[in-house]
């Protein structure tokens, strides 16, 4: 069994894997918009479609909560032909553990993240990853996926159990 520490989740670190949605100051001034009230930020990721028949699916997760403690990675899945792109709309923290591989997960690559609410997470497109794992309070996200009906939207692959990880906050 293996033990990874969670570390904060930022652009930089998860850039092998996806990328994270959030307004920082690299993004500029954005656009003045709404009567003054608001701020506009144009292009901020893409949610990579590699099949051009493929429709945007917007789905909503509701997810609940776990103790902050150790969490076993005992399953993973991937999206071979879309990026995913989770944005939370009432979280405090979120875990994000991902991976590269290719029919199956490399370990040696899994990376354990810890997000704030207010960073979304977005996927690239055949990026191992676990489902949402979230603290604190009942937490709603929108999802943003490329679908088509078939097989190839989600592939899940389940841990032999000696290949079982522990993540740590």
């Known amino acids: 069994m293996r033990t990874f520490v ?14 994270v949605l959030e307004i920082t100051p690299e993004l500029g001034a954005g656009v003045s918009v709404n009567m003054g009230t608001a701020r506009r930020y144009n292009a901020v990721l893409d949610v990579e479609n ?55 997960p490399n370990l040696d690559t899994l990376q354990v993240f810890l997000a704030s609410g207010k960073q979304g997470v977005c996927y690239g ?22 679908e088509d009906g078939t097989a190839g939207d989600c592939v899940p692959y389940v841990l032999a159990k000696e290949q079982i990880v522990t993540a740590e906050l």
């Open 6 to 19: 969670a570390r904060p989740l930022t652009k930089e670190a998860f850039a092998p894997f996806g990328h």
């Open 50 to 104: 590699l099949r051009p028949h493929a429709k945007l699916n917007i789905a909503a997760f509701r997810c609940q909560p776990s103790t902050p403690g150790q969490f076993p990675v005992v399953e993973v899945e991937k999206h071979p032909y879309s990026g995913q792109l989770f944005v939370p709309l009432n979280a405090t923290r979120y875990m994000v553990a991902v991976a590269h591989g290719g029919d199956t």
């Open 125 to 146: 497109p055949g990026i191992w990853h676990q489902p949402m794992i979230v603290f604190d309070v009942e937490t709603d996200f929108t999802c943003f996926v490329w």
